[in-house]
């Protein structure tokens, strides 16, 4: 299977936080799901922890490579730049990642990067994969929080996707 593509100073191992989150669902592919991640306005349909989603540079609400955004997810406002986007294509998976960051102080400062992968799998499966890693004091104490709620939000945005993508299917 695929992996998603790290800079160096998000890889996992090495930074304040991580979680990674997966489903693989059958009767979708990868081009059902797609749509339902690049268009913003249906993130707060099925993901609870994004709201005020916002475009800083006059595109939206769908990602695009470079797109700048802003949205609070976790109580954080987070500013974040497109940094890979790939639509799905036939024997490819689809990606789309961004770098987030909350400014502020040394103890108040984090960096992040958040990855996807929609990758069509034999039997008309497709493999739903979200992976963060995160680098800062505020990271360091979710790492720490159980349950992690990172891992468990990140889940709640996983299964809002599949069973988003899964009702538009049906209707298509």
Not at 2 to 28: C, H, K, M, R
Not at 76 to 88: D, G, H, M, N, Q
Not at 122 to 140: D, F, H, S
């Amino acid at each position: 299977m695929n992996a998603i593509v790290w800079p160096e100073q998000f890889t996992p191992g090495i930074t304040d936080n991580y979680v990674s989150n997966e489903v693989i669902v059958a009767g979708l592919s990868a081009a059902d799901v797609w749509p339902c991640l690049n268009d913003t306005t249906l993130w707060p349909t099925y993901y609870s922890n994004a709201r005020d989603i916002e475009f800083r540079d006059g595109s939206g609400p769908l990602l695009r490579a470079g797109a700048r955004f802003r949205f609070t997810t976790f109580g954080f406002p987070v500013e974040a730049e497109v940094t890979e986007y790939e639509p799905p294509a036939h024997g490819k998976p689809a990606r789309v990642a961004w770098h987030g960051w909350v400014e502020g102080t040394q103890a108040t400062r984090l960096d992040v990067h958040h990855a996807w992968l929609f990758e069509d799998l034999p039997g008309e499966r497709v493999r739903i994969l979200t992976q963060e890693t995160q680098n800062g004091r505020p990271a360091k104490e979710l790492a720490q929080t159980k349950p992690n709620p990172m891992l468990n939000a990140h889940q709640e945005w996983i299964d809002g996707l599949r069973d988003t993508a899964l009702a538009r299917s049906k209707r298509a």
